[in-house]
């Protein structure tokens, strides 16, 4: 079955220019987390949608990054005035609530590179 | 607040066993372990929620102490397959988002 997808698999950009993400995430599944690692990092957890509720914007690291899910579906994560900071993997999750039961499969992962 | 794993790194002969730690300041609800192999999206491999439970996947274990806020997770006889960096996330009742530590590295030598 179709795993979640994410495009594209690599971005260059030059620092102050704005990157979109995209995150297909399984069908069915109602909550989509985005996260951002950096070289030997963990997981920073950036964001996280619910259904229809209100998104969890509490790891947005500043208000150069912002993120919207159409449709209950795919999601869309913006970095506006990009910087070198911003360099990193942005891996998106699905899993099918966030009751904290339910595994989340990872996509690929966009490898973001600011020059 | 971003649970903390120990050691940060392990190196392993084929066969051999390792313990990776995993703990917490806060309450927990539960405990999720992934696997990242270099270049590749992490990998689910076990949830255990509060209650003390004790789970396995092939000779891969953990354990989650929830009176010590912790969990540990047991790989037995290991294999070249198990190489990779292994990540606890921990959820609280409070908000079911589960933040993960910085990872161990586990190599695994022939």
């Known amino acids: 079955g179709a795993g979640v997808s994410q495009s594209p698999s690599n971005k260059v950009t030059e620092k102050g220019k704005d990157v979109e993400l995209r995150c297909d995430p399984i069908?069915?599944?109602?909550?989509l987390y985005w996260y951002r690692q950096s070289l030997g990092q963990g997981l920073e957890f950036l964001i996280y949608?619910?259904?229809?509720?209100?998104?969890?914007k509490s790891g947005l690291p500043s208000d150069r990054f912002s993120a919207e899910r159409t449709g209950g579906s795919v999601s869309t994560l913006t970095i506006q005035r990009t910087q070198q900071e911003d360099s990193a993997v942005y891996l998106c999750?699905?899993?099918?609530?966030?009751?904290?039961?339910?595994?989340?499969?990872f996509g690929p992962g966009t490898r973001l590179t600011v020059t | 607040q971003q649970p903390v794993q120990s050691p940060q790194a392990v190196i392993l002969r084929e066969g051999e066993d390792a313990v990776i730690n995993c703990s917490s300041s806060?309450?927990?609800?539960?405990v999720h372990w992934y696997r990242q192999k270099h270049g590749e999206a992490p990998v689910f491999l076990m949830i255990?929620?509060?209650?003390?439970e004790q789970k396995g996947h092939e000779k891969i274990s953990a354990s989650f102490n929830e009176k010590k806020q912790q969990s540990s997770l047991y790989l037995t006889a290991s294999q070249l397959s198990y190489s990779g960096t292994y990540f606890c996330?921990?959820?609280?009742?409070?908000?079911?988002?589960?933040?993960f530590g910085r990872g161990t590295s586990l190599i695994v030598h022939p």
């Open positions: 999750a699905s899993t099918l609530s966030t009751s904290g039961r339910y595994e989340q499969y």
């Open positions: 069908s069915g599944h109602t909550a």
């Open positions: 949608f619910q259904g229809n509720s209100a998104p969890d």
């Open positions: 806060k309450a927990l609800y539960s």
């Open positions: 255990l929620l509060k209650g003390g």
């Open positions: 996330g921990t959820a609280s009742g409070g908000s079911y988002i589960p933040t």
